[in-house]
C-alpha cells in the first residue's frame, strides 16, 4: 500500500488517508476510482456505482431469502464478517457522517 501513495501525489481534498482507505479497502483499482482531477474525491461517480451494485446485490440475495429468515441470517453472519469496509464506509460518506 505505501508504494502506491509513493506513486500517487495527490491532493487528499482534506481526507485522511485512513480513511480513504478504510473506503477502497485498500484495494488500488479502487483508489484510482477516486482520484479527479488529481485529488481524492469519496464522493467520484466510480464509487457510488460500486456501492449502488454492492447494494442491488444484497437486494437481490435478501428477495431470494424471503421467506426463509435461517437462509438470510446465515448469508449476512457469513459474509458480514468477511465483507471489506468499503460498503459500510461508502453508506458512512453518503450519510454525511464522514469528511467530504
Known sequence: ?????KRHKID????KRSDVEDVTGRIPLLLE?????????LTAN???DIYNNAA??????????NGHPLKWQWYVLIYST????LTFQVSRLRDGLLPS
Not at 468477511?82 to 469496509?85: A, G, S, V
Open 12 to 15: 487528499m481534498g482534506g481526507y
Open 82 to 85: 468477511l465483507r471489506t469496509l
Open 46 to 48: 466510480g464509487l457510488r
Open 33 to 41: 476510482k477516486c482520484i479527479v482531477g488529481g485529488k481524492i474525491d
Open 1 to 5: 500500500m505505501d508504494q502506491w501513495w
Open 56 to 65: 442491488d446485490f444484497v437486494q437481490e440475495i435478501k428477495d431470494k431469502t
